[in-house]
């Protein structure tokens, strides 16, 4: 019996196979190369790493302004006239294109660590441009309309930036090992020398980088500056319904330094607590009296307004993602709200807390138009609150 050998055994590279199938559907052991990348491929490296760098800034933007989720909410909701959680959609989908981008970086750069050619597959192109698209035309966007949040940022980098630097760090010197090899596989000396002068230059720019930090987290105590004065914006609306009694009480709970509320007149002259020109947000009024939805708020009688509900809302939608969090007394207390007088607000408040009062404008039609400040100052007056606090 004659044996064939076969002629040639290769082992199979599962891995690699993996590298180069995700990255440029190159599965196939003749598909791969170890050739150098052609300009092309590195001109789509340098996209990709900076689409990278780029929706890594617009996840991080994101994520700390998820304080102020609710602005940008706000903002949608006067433009389209109905009350959705926008961040949550946002968020997710920033999460998910930074995710894509960070698997494509990675992959890339395993490829240089093997030695394979890179060769991005047409698909992961589109991909990769589509995210580079939309996240520029999103933070043109927000930079236009909630430019002031760029602030925000820029402020929160005080906490995080001595975290951020150990992050930076960590990654320089785990890519060191990836630039030697590149560095041992490089014949032309003028390129060596352009890497090792650009990586060391990346190296000692980190290491600079703390003398520009100034963060309350490493500073020494007496260096600290005085706690800001807090306001609780219509009470404490992260931790009940807004512009409601239990609100304000959680507000002076809180110690803050004063709240802010916004005042309507109600038609039979009942000062009240209302932001929206309408009830359809906060209140059940849909559901009580769906054939006045619409009508502003000042057109109803006070005795109508009791009768609505302006907690359940609150659990409902969840604004601020708060209300997992309650107690089960607070959640109880929160779904049995209605509609708070100015009168009963103040009488919560009136001890060493400030208060700031928006007043919204009435329709010409209602018959407290031109006193209903007159009725306001009245109603303050005589709660026996401080007029300096006012």
Known sequence: MVKHQPLQYYEPQLCLSCLTGIYGCRWKRYQRSHDDTTKWERLWFFILTSSFFLTLVWFYFWWEVHNDYNEINWFLYNRMGYWSDWSIPILVTTAAGFT?????????????????QMNLHWLHKIGLVTTL???????????????????????????????????????????????????????????????????????????????????PCIMERKALGP???????????????????????????QKVYGVQADVVLSYDGVPFLMHDKTLRRTTNVEEVFPERALEHSSMFNWTDLEKLNAGEWFLQNDPFWT????????????????VCKLEDMLQVIKDNTSLILNFQDLPAAHPYYSTYINITLETILASGIRQQAV
């Open 100 to 116: 894509y981008i960070t698997m494509l970086l990675i992959l890339a750069l395993c490829h240089i660590a093997v030695g394979q």
């Open 133 to 215: 698209i939309t996240t520029v035309v999103t933070m043109s966007s927000i930079a236009q309309l909630w430019d002031d949040e760029w602030e925000m940022v820029f402020i929160s980098l005080q906490a995080t930036a001595p975290f951020l630097h150990i992050g930076a760090l960590a990654a320089v010197t785990a890519l060191s090992w990836l630039v030697a090899g590149q560095f041992a596989r490089t014949e032309k000396a003028t390129s060596q020398m352009l890497m090792f002068t650009a990586y060391l230059a990346a190296v000692v720019a980190l290491y600079l980088v703390p003398l520009a930090i100034s963060s």
């Open 227 to 253: 706690k800001p004065a807090i306001l609780g914006h219509r009470g404490a609306p992260m931790l009940a319904p807004e512009n409601t009694l239990m609100s304000f009480q959680k507000a002076v709970e």
């Open 323 to 338: 209300a997992g969090s309650l107690s089960r007394a607070d959640y109880l207390e929160a779904a049995n709200q209605s």
